[in-house]
Structures are given as C-alpha cells and as structure tokens.
C-alpha cells in the first residue's frame, strides 16, 4: 500500500467522492443503499491497493454497508418527511432483517468471492426484468399478507442484501410493488428497511472479518475500511436527500424504468468481472 505513488492515491480518492456524490443520489431517489455504485468503486481501489481475492468482494460489501449507513439514515427521514414509509412494515420486517444479516455474515467469513458477484447478478436482474417488463396487474396480493409467516420477506432481504451489498432496498422495493404498494410508496418504506440492514450488516461484517484481518490493508476494521468509510460516507450522505427529493418529483413509470435500468447495468458490470 504504501508503494502506491501520491496522484494515485489522489486520483483514487477523487473517486471515491465522485462515487459517494452518485451513492447518495441513488440511494435516495431509487430507496437502495447506493452501493451498486460504491462496490465497484472500491473494488478497482482495493485491487490496486493488492488485496487478496480471498477477501477482495467481502471488503468491497463490508465497506460498502458502513458507507451507506448514514446515508439511508439521511434518505430514510427525508422520505419519512412526505408521509409515504409504511412504518408498520417496516417493524415488522426489521427482525427478519437482522437475522438475514447475521446468516449472510456468517457465509461471508467462509465463501469465495464469486459468490457474492453470482448473488448480486441473480438478484438484480430478476428485479431489472420485473421492472422493465412487468406489468402492473401482476400481483401477489392486494394488500401484504398478515400473518407471521410474511416476516420472512425480512429475512430473505438481509441475506440477499449481505451477500450482494447493494440489493436490499432493491428487493424490498419489487416485493412491495407486487402487493400493490405504489412505486413512491414502495421506496419511501424501502429506505427505511434498509437502514436496519446497512447498521447490522456493518457490524456482521466487522465480526466477520476479524478472523481475516492478517489479510486486510492497514486501517482495516474488520471487513471494513476505515479509509473509504471516512472519504465517501460524509459526500454520499449530504447528497442522500436531494435524490429523495427527486423520486417523489418523477412518475411512476418513469422512476421503474431508471430503477430497471439502474440494476441491469449493475449486474452487467460483475458479470464482466467474473469474465475478465
């Protein structure tokens, strides 16, 4: 790390606030943790740095949660603001979330780092193609179902979202839409059952890498750099709001066709690092 010449590390930390400015816009507008944008970002940082592939993708998610934590935090009031999070569901999903969070910890101490590009790309696709080519009669439901057993939509968005580290405001999104919740409604409560998620997964991940940390670059805390939370969290959080404010200003057509979009250029650019 320390052979790295200064206008690298210049150039690298330049982009990880471009990145942040991009994270928090996202997270806001489309109710997501943003680090769709992040992930990549410090995944060609940590691959420069040189640090182990047995660790790369975990450090990237880990990072990642503990970036996008105040962030959501920032999206989630803002949208609480215009009245549109279902507060009840989101109570309801949050234990289900944490212990998808803890399984997804506990798999990120042990599996390669394919496997959380394989998750991502599933995920985001399926969701892409709901979103772009869906329509609007295709339902689940009226209404999201009440008994016990519905918690396990928390549970499955913790896991997938502590396997990929950008997909939980994104599945919650398209499992609250196809029970008839409006797309505003849908990422307003989105963004706050994502905030639970980047707080416990942060802290998941931190355990999870501790094991590790004769691996990890200096100023490492866990699976969590201390150097990319300190650069990219404070620009991603300031920015958070003004995409909240954004979402509530497009149709709703409009906000599904940028969201599909967003994750199917998303999945596209790990699968070209699975390739390549």
């Known amino acids: 790390m320390l052979g790295v010449p200064l206008d690298e590390l210049l150039l690298l930390a330049a982009a990880i606030m471009a990145g942040g400015v991009v994270a928090g816009l996202l997270a806001g507008l489309f109710g997501v943790g943003g680090g769709v944008v992040v992930v990549p970002v410090l995944y060609e940082v940590f691959r420069l740095l040189g640090v ?10 880990g990072t990642s949660l503990a970036i996008m934590a105040p962030t959501n935090i920032r999206s989630y009031l803002t949208h609480r603001a215009t009245g549109a999070v279902l507060t009840d569901v989101v109570w309801q999903w949050t234990p289900g979330v944490i212990v998808g969070i803890a399984i997804g910890s506990g798999i990120a101490t042990v599996a390669p780092s394919p496997v959380f590009k394989i998750a991502f790309i599933v995920i985001a696709t399926i969701i892409a193609g709901k979103l772009l080519f869906g329509r609007q009669s295709w339902r689940l439901g009226d209404d999201l179902p009440k008994h016990p057993l519905a918690r396990l939509y928390g549970l499955a968005v913790g896991l997938m979202a502590s396997l990929t580290g950008v997909s939980g405001g994104s599945l919650a999104t398209m499992v609250l839409t196809l029970y008839g919740k409006p797309i505003h409604q849908a990422v307003a409560t989105s963004a706050g059952i994502v905030v639970p998620i980047t707080l416990a997964g942060t802290l998941g991940y931190i355990v999870a890498g501790l094991p590790h940390q004769a691996q990890l670059p200096p100023l490492s805390f866990g699976f969590v750099s201390l150097i990319g939370f300190a650069l990219m969290a404070p620009v ?5 709001s003004y995409g909240a404010r954004m979402a509530h200003a497009l149709s709703r057509r409009a906000l599904e066709v940028a969201f599909g979009l967003f994750l199917l250029a998303a999945s596209l650019r790990f699968l070209a690092s699975l390739v390549w």
């Open 52 to 61: 182990p592939d047995a660790v790369h993708m975990q450090l990237c998610i």
């Open 236 to 240: 991603s959080s300031v920015t958070a």
